[in-house]
C-alpha cells in the first residue's frame, strides 16, 4: 500500500502536467455519500474487505475537530487500499475542492504512468456534505477529466432516522443537505432496515423516490449491498439527475450553491490517558439515555485506550443508538490516544460540559488496593450492605477490582471509589 497520506490546509494546486494521452480507460470513481450516522465508514469497510481482487484508492474526507473516521477504518482492511488519502481541513463540497483536485491529480499521474495499479477510486465524503460540488470536480478539470468518470454516486440513507433528517432538511437552505445528498446520487442503500417496519420503510422509499425519481433504491443492513450494483455500473447520469431537479448543465456549473446543514457543530477532544469504562458509560448516559437530549447528538465517535485492556475500543452513536466493542490491539510503539467527537445541533454551548465530563473519566492516580489487601465492599449483604472481603485481582474485565467476598461469592468494583470498596 502507499505510504497515507494527509493533505493540509494550504497545500493546493490545480496543474501537474502528467500527460492527457494515455492508453488506459479512464479509472470509474463511487462516491459515497449520506447523512450523519448512515453507514458510510461500515460501508467503506465493507467494501474493501468484499473487493479483495480490485485494486482501489480511497480518499476519505472529515470535517472536525478531532480526526476519527481515518482510525475507524480498520487496519487489515486499510492495508487493501492501493493509496488512502485523508482530507481533514474542511468539507471538499466547498472549501477545499483544490485538495481533491491535487489528490486525484496525484493519482491520476502515478495511474497513467504505471506507478499505480487500480481499478478504481472510492471517495467518502463527511456527513454533512453536498455531492454536487464534487461531481462538478469531474467537469470543470480537464486533467481530472481526462483520468477519471464519476460511476457511482452511492448515498446511504438511515430507514430508522432517516425521515426526521429529510423532514428537518426539506425546504430550509440552512439544513438542506440530506435532501441534496439524495438528489444528486444514482444508488441509495436503505440502511438498517432490521430497525423499522414494513410502514416506516415504504415512508422512508415513497421521500426518497420524490426527491429523485431515478434513482435506485437497495435496502440493506449493516452497510451490505451487492459489489455488483455498486461498481463499474456506469449509472451516473448527470443529465437525469439534473433533469429531476429541473436545471441544465449550465445553471448547474455556474450558479449551484452547496447545501450544508450550518445547524450543525462539532466538539473533539484528544488526549492520553487512561479511560474507565464504568465513568465513561455513565458520562454517555447522561447524554444518550433520554430521546429529549439525544436527539441533538447526531453522531459521536470515538476510538479509546481503555483501563484495564490492550484492544482498542470503538464507539459510534447515533442518537440513542450505541454501537462499541474492543477492535484490535494497540500497536507496541502506537501512541495509545483517546480521541472522541461529538457533532449534531447545540454542541458549542456544551463545550466546556463535554472536554470536562471526558476528561473526567481518566484514571489521575493508581490503584489504591493492591492484590491480597483486606477490604469491605457495597455488595448489599452485611451490616448496612457491606460485606468484607479480599482483592483477588486488578483491572478484571475493565473493572477496577475483582473481589472475592466472605460469602465466597467474587464481585467486580467498577471503579476504585470508596462508594463501591474501601479498606476494611
Known amino acids: 500500500m502507499e505510504k497515507r497520506q494527509k493533505v493540509e490546509e494550504g497545500d493546493h494546486?490545480?496543474?501537474?502536467?502528467?500527460?492527457?494521452?494515455?492508453?488506459?480507460?479512464?479509472?470509474?470513481?463511487?462516491?459515497?455519500?449520506?447523512?450523519?450516522?448512515?453507514?458510510?465508514?461500515?460501508?467503506?469497510?465493507?467494501?474493501?474487505?468484499?473487493?479483495q481482487d480490485k485494486k482501489l484508492a480511497v480518499i476519505e474526507n472529515?470535517?472536525?475537530?478531532?480526526?476519527?473516521?481515518?482510525?475507524?477504518?480498520?487496519?487489515?482492511?486499510?492495508?487493501m487500499?492501493?493509496?488512502?488519502?485523508?482530507?481533514?481541513?474542511?468539507?471538499?463540497?466547498?472549501?477545499?475542492?483544490?485538495?481533491?483536485?491535487?489528490?486525484?491529480?496525484?493519482?491520476?499521474?502515478?495511474?497513467?504512468?504505471?506507478?499505480?495499479?487500480?481499478?478504481?477510486?472510492?471517495?467518502?465524503?463527511?456527513?454533512?456534505?453536498?455531492?454536487?460540488?464534487?461531481?462538478?470536480?469531474?467537469?470543470?478539470?480537464?486533467q481530472v477529466q481526462s483520468t477519471f468518470m464519476v460511476d457511482n454516486v452511492v448515498a446511504l440513507?438511515?430507514?430508522?432516522?432517516?425521515?426526521?433528517?429529510?423532514?428537518?432538511?426539506?425546504?430550509?437552505p440552512e439544513k438542506g443537505t440530506a435532501c441534496a445528498q439524495i438528489a444528486f446520487s444514482s444508488t441509495v442503500l436503505l440502511n438498517k432496515i432490521d430497525l423499522v417496519d414494513e410502514t416506516q420503510l415504504d415512508k422512508v422509499t415513497r421521500r426518497i423516490k420524490e426527491l429523485n425519481g431515478a434513482v435506485e433504491i437497495?435496502?440493506?443492513?449493516?452497510?451490505?449491498?451487492?459489489?455488483?450494483?455498486?461498481?463499474?455500473?456506469?449509472?451516473?447520469?448527470?443529465?437525469?439527475?439534473?433533469?429531476?431537479?429541473?436545471?441544465?448543465?449550465a445553471e448547474?456549473?455556474?450558479?449551484?450553491?452547496?447545501?450544508?446543514?450550518?445547524?450543525?457543530?462539532n466538539v473533539g477532544v484528544r488526549c492520553e490517558g487512561q479511560v474507565m469504562m464504568f465513568a465513561f458509560q455513565q458520562f454517555l448516559d447522561r447524554y444518550l439515555d433520554e430521546e429529549e437530549t439525544a436527539k441533538d447528538f447526531l453522531r459521536v465517535k470515538a476510538v479509546l485506550n481503555i483501563a484495564g485492556s490492550d484492544r482498542k475500543f470503538v464507539l459510534q452513536c447515533v442518537h440513542m443508538l450505541r454501537n462499541q466493542g474492543f477492535t484490535e490491539p494497540w500497536g507496541p510503539q502506537e501512541k495509545r490516544e483517546n480521541r472522541i467527537i461529538f457533532i449534531g445541533r447545540g454542541m458549542q454551548p456544551?463545550?466546556?460540559?463535554?472536554?470536562e465530563?471526558?476528561?473526567?473519566?481518566?484514571?489521575?492516580?493508581?490503584?489504591?488496593?493492591?492484590?491480597?489487601?483486606?477490604?469491605?465492599?457495597?455488595?448489599?449483604?452485611?451490616?448496612?450492605?457491606?460485606?468484607?472481603?479480599?482483592?483477588?485481582?486488578?483491572?478484571?474485565?475493565?473493572n477496577a477490582y475483582r473481589l472475592k467476598m466472605q460469602g465466597g461469592d467474587e464481585v467486580h468494583a467498577p471503579m476504585d471509589l470508596d462508594c463501591f470498596v474501601t479498606k476494611a
Open 13 to 51: 494546486g490545480h496543474s501537474h502536467g502528467y500527460s492527457n494521452s494515455h492508453p488506459r480507460s479512464r479509472l470509474p470513481v463511487t462516491v459515497l455519500t449520506g447523512y450523519l450516522g448512515a453507514g458510510k465508514t461500515t460501508l467503506l469497510n465493507y467494501i474493501l474487505k468484499e473487493q
Open 62 to 79: 472529515e470535517i472536525g475537530e478531532v480526526s476519527i473516521d481515518d482510525a475507524l477504518v480498520e487496519q487489515k482492511h486499510e492495508d
Open 81 to 142: 487500499a492501493e493509496e488512502l488519502v485523508l482530507l481533514n481541513n474542511g468539507c471538499i463540497c466547498c472549501t477545499v475542492r483544490g485538495d481533491l483536485i491535487k489528490t486525484l491529480h496525484n493519482i491520476g499521474r502515478k495511474y497513467t504512468s504505471g506507478q499505480l495499479k487500480l481499478d478504481g477510486v472510492l471517495i467518502e465524503l463527511t456527513g454533512m456534505a453536498d455531492p454536487a460540488p464534487v461531481v462538478q470536480t469531474f467537469i470543470v478539470d480537464r
Open 157 to 172: 440513507v438511515d430507514a430508522k432516522h432517516g425521515l426526521e433528517k429529510l423532514d428537518e432538511s426539506r425546504g430550509d
Open 218 to 249: 437497495i435496502p440493506c443492513q449493516q452497510s451490505r449491498a451487492p459489489m455488483n450494483r455498486l461498481f463499474n455500473v456506469g449509472c451516473f447520469n448527470l443529465d437525469k439527475v439534473l433533469e429531476e431537479q429541473y436545471m441544465d448543465e
Open 252 to 265: 448547474f456549473m455556474q450558479h449551484y450553491r452547496p447545501k450544508m446543514d450550518k445547524s450543525v457543530s
Open 350 to 355: 456544551r463545550r466546556r460540559e463535554l472536554t
Open 357 to 398: 465530563g471526558f476528561q473526567s473519566c481518566l484514571m489521575t492516580k493508581p490503584l489504591r488496593f493492591a492484590v491480597g489487601t483486606k477490604i469491605k465492599a457495597k455488595t448489599g449483604e452485611g451490616p448496612n450492605g457491606w460485606e468484607r472481603g479480599v482483592v483477588v485481582r486488578q483491572w478484571d474485565e475493565c
